[in-house]
């Protein structure tokens, strides 16, 4: 197992998110990652590899440079205009107001969110920044190392991230960032199969009139779901696109027999094309205990997950998601890996 991992992470902790009419602690926390890491320490055959750093470009091969450039300033810009408590967007240019650049911050903010769950802070940059570049050496490992599985632990997660959105506890698409990352070193065709509980609505968008990254996701029903706007199964891909998105929502309550049904319908998507890389979204709130998902996956089933996705017998990156019941989430992505292991050693 090749674990990547960022050592920026704790820079990025929110001070609350709204949930149910109240401000909550936010549930992307620093100790989600803290407790997946501890449950690596103790394995043998986990190699833990710092990240190189790729630099700009890549980042902004997926997002747009005026988008970038908000992250890298806003909080700077928000402290100096006298705000003191974190960045929370609390207007949005819906459609009858108008969608423009603007130089008030709170204005500005509002253009770049789409949700008010997503707190940025004085270190969100360097903690974004670093992920992607955490996710970009798990998947130069895989491609150009020629190396079966490698593993980005970061967070905060990145699936929900549009070209220029943020959301959702999102900011950098790593995902997306890495599948482009492999098209931009040659390969033909990527495939990314998002296995957290919500749709991957930045990842679909991102490629969606594009046939060189197949994007397929397994999530809760965004009728009673996040992110609610997109994610619905007649979303198939736009232009040359058509084809290249598949959508699998499942009903809440769903478990694993339910869940390896669409599995057997996005392996054989993913089989029928000639696949270089599988890019693994990687969030484990599909966990039946989870504190704001509708699954009921076992700690025991991540194991079956693992084995399932090493069947599709691809050089695979496993990017960190979601993932909030925080005492059991370092066994249930143990457990992907680990029978993702057991399977490729058989
Ligand atoms: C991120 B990932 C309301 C909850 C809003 C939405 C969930 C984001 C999940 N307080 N947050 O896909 O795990
Ligand atoms: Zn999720």
Redesign the pocket.
């Known amino acids: 197992m090749n674990i990547f991992l960022n050592d920026k992470v704790a820079l990025h902790e929110g001070q609350g ?3 149910q009419g109240k401000f909550v602690p936010c549930f992307e926390s620093p100790s989600r990652l803290n407790n997946i890491l501890s449950a690596f320490e103790n394995e043998p055959e986990a190699t833990f590899l710092n990240a190189t750093d790729y630099g700009l470009q890549p980042i902004l091969d997926v997002h747009a440079t005026d988008y970038v450039e908000f992250l890298q300033n806003i909080h700077k810009d928000w402290l100096a205009a006298g705000n003191t408590g974190d960045v929370i967007p609390y207007i949005w240019p819906v459609p009858g107001l108008k969608r423009i650049a603007h130089n008030n911050l709170n204005a500005r903010v509002g253009y770049y969110a789409f ?1 008010s ?1 997503t707190p940025i802070m004085q270190g969100t940059w360097q903690a974004v920044y670093s992920g992607a570049q955490t996710a970009l050496s798990a998947l130069h490992c895989v491609f150009q190392g020629n190396k079966r599985m490698a593993f980005s632990l970061s967070r905060p ?1 990145g ?2 991230a549009h070209r220029s959105s943020y959301g ?3 900011f950098l698409n790593n995902a997306a960032i890495c599948a482009q990352q492999a098209i931009t070193l040659g390969a033909k065709k990527v495939a990314i199969l998002d296995v ?3 749709h991957g609505n930045g990842t679909q968008d991102i490629f969606y009139e594009r046939n060189d990254v197949l994007t397929i996701s397994i999530h809760g029903n965004p009728e009673t779901n ?1 992110p609610y706007y997109l994610g619905y199964s007649e979303e198939t891909g736009a232009d040359e696109g058509i084809g290249f998105n598949l959508n699998l929502p499942l009903d809440n309550g769903a478990d694993m027999k339910v869940w390896l049904q669409a599995f057997e319908t996005a392996a054989s998507k993913v089989k029928a094309m000639d696949t270089e890389v599988l890019i693994v979204p990687l ?1 484990v ?1 599909t966990f039946v205990d989870d504190p ?1 998902s509708n699954f009921t996956l076992t700690t025991e089933d991540y194991l079956t997950m693992g084995e399932a996705i090493a069947r599709l017998d691809l050089p695979t990156v496993f990017i960190m ?2 993932g909030y019941d925080v005492g059991p989430i370092g066994q249930n992505v143990f457990n992907v890996l680990s029978g993702f292991n057991a399977e490729t050693n058989k």
Request: proline share 5%; aromatic share 16%.
């Open positions: 998110e709204m949930h949700s769950d997660p699936h929900h959702g506890y999102c957290d509980f919500h996040f969030g709130d704001i998601e979601g």
